[in-house]
């Protein structure tokens, strides 16, 4: 079936450092899905990124969708930036069912 | 952003009785769904909607009922609860755009079942 990657599993940060997260899927995606879950909290939709490049504060997401691929950039990681970090890609066939990644756990230090 | 609610936040049932847990979207949305989290699994899809008066199977839906009396409503019911059930729960809502769509979740339901 259809998988999601996400690597690395977890990252530790100083604060001020930039993190980058990848994402990797194994069939193409037609919408991709970055989300932030804060410890013992919900998924907040961070950004939807089918293809190119998009911006929303210090976040900047990448995908090839070719090459099965996307990117998340932190630029100056905050100590309130930790928690992990999820992706998500619609099935094939079934788009409105989501396939999630096992995540990024990111701990930012001060 | 759409705004989705859950009620109750935290559960505690004992095993054998039955749980219902709420949802609720003010945004309109077609599609809802319901997840649960737990380590090692990741987000597992329970029932999802397409809108009022539809339930679908998920993946995992033994155990489990739906119901989406509204287009703003959802719930998920354990008749039977047991304590393999003890997670936390997300409900969730998308427009239904198909494979340009966007999931919004609620703030989760942790449930206890002894």
């Known amino acids: 079936g259809q998988q999601v990657q996400q690597s690395p599993a977890s990252l530790v940060l100083q604060e001020g450092e930039n993190a980058e997260l990848q994402c990797n899927f194994s069939?193409?995606?037609?919408?991709l899905q970055w989300f932030y879950q804060s410890p013992g909290g919900s998924l907040v939709s961070l950004l939807s990124?089918?293809?190119g490049t998009k911006h929303t504060g210090r976040l900047t997401s990448t995908t090839v969708t070719k090459e099965r691929r996307s990117s998340l950039h932190i630029s100056s990681s905050q100590t309130t930036d930790s928690g992990t970090y999820l992706c998500?890609?619609?099935?094939?066939?079934?788009?409105?069912?989501?396939?999630f990644g096992a995540g990024t756990r990111l701990a930012v230090c001060p | 952003e759409a705004a989705v609610t859950q009620s109750p936040r935290n559960k505690v049932a004992v095993t054998g009785g039955k749980v219902t847990l709420s949802c609720n979207q003010t945004?309109?949305?077609?599609?809802m769904y319901w997840y649960r989290q737990d380590t090692g699994h990741g987000l597992r899809l329970i029932h999802y909607?397409?809108?009022?008066?539809?339930?679908e199977k998920g993946d995992i839906p033994d155990g489990y009922k739906a119901s989406r009396p509204s287009q703003e409503n959802f719930s998920l019911i354990l008749e039977l609860a047991t304590p393999s059930q003890t997670s936390v729960y997300f409900c969730?809502?998308?427009?239904?755009?198909?494979?340009?769509?966007?999931?919004?979740f609620g703030p989760g339901t942790r449930l206890l079942v002894l």
């Open positions: 969730a809502s998308g427009k239904g755009l198909g494979n340009q769509d966007t999931q919004y």
């Open positions: 069939s193409t995606a037609t919408q």
């Open positions: 990124n089918p293809s």
């Open positions: 998500a890609i619609p099935r094939s066939g079934s788009f409105n069912k989501l396939t």
């Open positions: 945004n309109n949305h077609n599609n």
């Open positions: 909607s397409y809108g009022a008066g539809s339930t």
